[in-house]
């Protein structure tokens, strides 16, 4: 991990993110990804940080490369239990299954279903929320 942040430190990896996530709006996936990347390399696998900008990154690869940004999101599935999924991370997979929607890879077929089966969220009283 790079730099880790203080309680009012610096985080390089959100502020990264940040900047992912305004290159993506943008439509500039090549910024949003490298920017996405930057993050991941300075987050820990399997934090939610690090699932964000690994959902970011797919969300950029999602048009030029489908099978790997559904793969991207599989993998953030494995690492992450369903539980420990956060309302920002299962908003960003509900766009990414959007955005593969109309591809035929065989990983995003899988995601869809994975997606499909997923427990619902549970918020802080303990009840389950529709997304």
């Known amino acids: 991990m790079g730099q880790a942040p203080g ?10 993110l940040h900047k992912a996530e305004t290159h993506l709006a943008l439509g500039q996936t090549a910024q949003a990804a490298g920017q996405a990347q930057a993050s991941m390399s300075d987050t820990v696998a399997g934090t939610p940080g690090w699932a ?6 797919a969300l950029a690869e999602a048009a030029s490369h489908s099978a790997d940004a559904a793969q991207r999101a599989l993998d953030v599935l494995e690492q992450v239990p369903a539980a420990k999924l956060r309302s920002t991370t299962r908003a960003r997979l509900a766009r990414l299954d959007r955005a593969l929607a109309a591809t035929s890879a065989a990983a995003a077929c899988d995601l869809h279903e994975r997606l499909r089966s997923l427990p619902p969220a549970i918020n802080d009283h303990g009840t389950a929320v529709s997304a």
């Open 7 to 16: 309680r009012f430190g610096f985080d390089a990896a959100e502020y990264a």
């Open 52 to 57: 964000a900008a690994t959902l970011v990154l």
